[in-house]
């Protein structure tokens, strides 16, 4: 099949993507890998890892306009004008956002068949304006009703459009490859060692609730002084039009010379950086279904997570979870699991068998493609 991505930045594109950025490319390899051609559509502003060494994927660049609100939505629109004049068996949506133009080949490109993946409820993600956040409460109506299909990737989107929007709409998650790393050279340059670390990796966005950790992290210094002398605070990601947010971190972490902001990593550095962490940490207020979650899970790091829905069906029962926005409860969730690391190894051995079982990147790959050749029929 002739398959295109719209609405995601890019493919490979770095300290600038998120998780769609990271599922689009992994189904993206996985369909040319099994013989399909796939044009995703990037936007310029972004450079772009990719090699182009794949001939089943073509990487097509558009300009679009630098401003947080209207960024998504213009090269969407180009995109999917461009898409118009190109001869493709599916248009495939990613995002609520990008799905408002799904109409334009539902009603011009009428042999290809058109796919919306619901990642998540975008309209509650703080960085935005009040108007942005109403175009992406219409996108979450459009999502479900302009497709052919509609995919989601938690089981709580699926029954909130159940509930909501009256559409019953096709769960496939995010999925992740188990990792094996052993190697630990790398941590040096950042004066961290192996199991002496929290981790948190995420773009420096406010409802990503990297402020609860700081907080959570300055009460247990107070609170167990020798131990916090042993466990450094590491932060991996850059901001996301939110440098003020970036700075009102960094003051809050003024004078703590264990705690580390790494902007963004990849490649063996991040590998290293998962695997050898003591804990993820993921304090976010709203999510999809975290990729990142998954990706420390799959190095059999333990979780600790905001109880917040997407997170908790993540993880499945197998990690720990704090009440969302409560700096409190963080902190007693953490002094616990600091105290206690035989927990902590036996929910490593735990998280790691209930990823290969419920997350496998192959069978969400032969899902996809079903839901691909079922719109088609």
Request: include cysteine.
């Amino acid at each position: 099949m002739r398959i295109v991505f719209i609405g995601q930045k890019g493919l490979e594109i770095g300290e600038s993507g998120g998780g769609v950025e990271q599922h689009v490319s992994h189904l993206a390899h996985l369909l040319a890998q099994r013989g399909h051609h796939i044009t995703v559509y990037a936007r310029k502003r972004y450079g772009s890892t990719y090699l182009h060494d794949e001939p089943n994927i073509h990487v097509k660049y558009l300009p679009t306009i630098h401003r947080k609100n209207l960024e998504a939505i213009f090269h969407t629109i180009l995109a999917t004008i461009d898409v118009l004049f190109r001869s493709y068996d599916i248009i495939h949506y990613h995002g609520v956002g990008p799905s408002t133009v799904a109409w334009i080949p539902r009603l011009f490109k009428r042999r290809a068949r058109t796919i919306v993946t619901f990642h998540s409820q975008d309209r509650f993600h703080r960085k935005w304006s009040w108007f942005a956040r109403q175009y992406l409460h219409l996108g979450e109506w459009t999502a479900c009703w302009f497709p052919h299909a509609t995919i989601c990737v938690s089981h709580g989107i699926q029954l909130y459009v159940r509930d909501h929007y009256h559409r019953q709409i096709i769960y496939i998650p995010n999925g992740v490859d188990i990792q094996e790393v052993q190697e630990d050279y790398l941590l040096r340059q950042f004066h961290l060692q192996s199991k002496k670390y929290l981790l948190n990796v995420s773009r420096l966005v406010p409802h990503k609730g990297q402020h609860y950790l700081l907080e959570a992290y300055a009460r247990l210094v107070e609170l167990m002084p020798k131990r916090m002398q042993e466990m450094d605070l590491v932060f991996v990601g850059a901001h996301s039009y939110t440098i003020e947010y970036e700075r009102q971190l960094q003051t809050l972490a003024t004078g703590n010379p264990h705690i580390h902001f790494l902007g963004h990593r990849s490649g063996e550095e991040l590998k290293q950086l998962f695997a050898h962490a003591y804990l993820y940490v993921q304090p976010s207020e709203s999510e999809g279904l975290s990729v990142v979650v998954l990706e420390a899970m799959s190095y059999g790091v333990p979780v600790l997570v905001s109880d917040i829905q997407p997170n908790l069906e993540a993880m499945k029962h197998t990690g720990f979870s704090f009440k969302n926005k409560d700096v409190d409860d963080l902190t007693r969730a953490l002094r616990e699991l600091l105290d206690r690391p035989e927990l902590i190894a036996r929910a490593g051995t735990e998280v790691k068998e209930m990823m290969h079982y419920h997350f496998n990147w192959q069978v969400i790959g032969d899902h996809t493609e079903i839901v691909y050749r079922s719109v088609r029929h």
